[in-house]
C-alpha cells in the first residue's frame, strides 16, 4: 500500500477513536447558540467533548473522501470466492 493510502486509512480508522493527546491547544469559538444547543443535545456531553467529537468526524470525513477517491485503484489480497464460500 502506498504512503498516501497507508495514512488516509489509518487516520480513517483511528478518527472515531478518543485519546489522549498530549499537546493541546486552547482555542476560543464563536458558535451559533442555537447550533452549540443541539450539538450538546444530540452528543448528551459537555462542550469540549462535544467539540472534539465534531473534529473528529470532521477529520474522518476527509480521510473517507480519500478512501472513496481510491476505490478501484488498490489491489487487495482478498478471495472472494473464498469469503462467499465461508458462509
Do not use: F, H, Q, W
Not at 472515531?16 to 458558535?31: S, Y
Not at 443541539?38 to 465534531?54: H, Y
Not at 476527509?62 to 478501484?72: C, D, I, Q, T
Amino acid at each position: 500500500m502506498r504512503s498516501v493510502e497507508s495514512t488516509i486509512l489509518k487516520t480513517g480508522i483511528s478518527a472515531g477513536n478518543l485519546c489522549d493527546v498530549d499537546e493541546k491547544r486552547k482555542i476560543t469559538l464563536e458558535v451559533p447558540e442555537d447550533l452549540l444547543e443541539r450539538a450538546l443535545a444530540a452528543s448528551g456531553e459537555g462542550i469540549t467533548r462535544t467539540v472534539r467529537r465534531g473534529l473528529e468526524l470532521v477529520a474522518a470525513g476527509r480521510a473517507y473522501e480519500e478512501l472513496r477517491r481510491l476505490r478501484g485503484k488498490v489491489k487487495l489480497g482478498i478471495d472472494l470466492e473464498a469469503l462467499r464460500g465461508d458462509r
